[in-house]
């Protein structure tokens, strides 16, 4: 089964988050892996990801100095092991299927 690697930055975020990362979890494609980049969030989203990390091993999260999206998504690739990548934003949700239909269709 091919890996996902789904990279999400996340800043100042906390409002959205936690409906983006359901959307995620709940997905009907499990083989994935979710790399979280706060990039310097000044409210509660690093916290907000790390609680989500903390409750599912495919969830991973990155900590760095505010630098902009386009650096908090190269941060995601550095570490990003899957044999395709897909990004989002924090504000975004997606249905439980997409992964799925993208991967086996």
Not at 43 to 54: L, P, T
Not at 68 to 97: H, M, Q, T, W
């Amino acid at each position: 089964m091919i890996l996902l690697s789904i990279i999400i930055p996340v800043y100042n975020a906390e409002r959205n988050l936690s409906q983006c990362v359901d959307s995620v979890i709940n997905q009907t494609y499990k083989n994935w892996e979710l790399l979280l980049v706060d990039d310097g969030s000044e409210d509660q989203s690093g916290m907000i990801c790390n609680k989500y990390a903390e409750h599912d091993s495919r969830i991973k999260v990155y900590h760095k100095d505010n630098g902009g999206v386009g650096s908090a998504r190269n941060v995601g690739l550095k570490y990003a092991s899957g044999e395709y990548v897909a990004f989002f934003d924090p504000d975004d949700y997606i249905v439980p299927c997409m992964y799925e239909k993208m991967i086996t269709t």
